[in-house]
């Protein structure tokens, strides 16, 4: 099982910049979360998108990030509009498959000011 996350980068504040992650070797039919890391900050809970339930996000980012997920080509993407500063971190991809997880390698967002 692998997940390649794709996108990210510089934008400035105010901005949206969008995370790919693709599945590979899973089937679909699970959860796929999201979490960051800021500098010097422990690794954090985002969002998490469900085959059937849609997605649920955590408070600093309701209304301003939203997924969009294509079974077919077993990907979820994280959009992400009105960055803040405090977005800036490096932003995960997981799936849990049992008592594993799979994490994707991390990709960077910075948001300048």
């Known amino acids: 099982v692998q997940l390649q996350a794709s996108g990210g980068g510089l934008v400035q504040a105010g901005g949206s910049v969008s995370i790919t992650c693709t599945v590979a070797?899973?089937?679909?039919?699970?959860?796929v979360h999201w979490h960051r890391q800021a500098p010097g900050k422990q690794r954090e809970w985002v969002a998490t998108?469900?085959?059937?339930?849609?997605?649920i996000f955590a408070d600093a980012v309701s209304g301003r990030f939203a997924i969009s997920r294509d079974n077919d080509k077993k990907t979820v993407t994280l959009q992400m509009s009105y960055l803040k500063p405090e977005d800036t971190a490096v932003y995960y991809c997981?799936?849990?498959?049992?008592?594993?997880?799979?994490w994707g390698q991390g990709t960077q967002v910075t948001v300048s000011s």
């Open positions: 997981l799936l849990r498959l049992g008592q594993t997880e799979y």
């Open positions: 070797g899973a089937t679909f039919f699970n959860p």
């Open positions: 998108n469900t085959p059937t339930a849609g997605s």
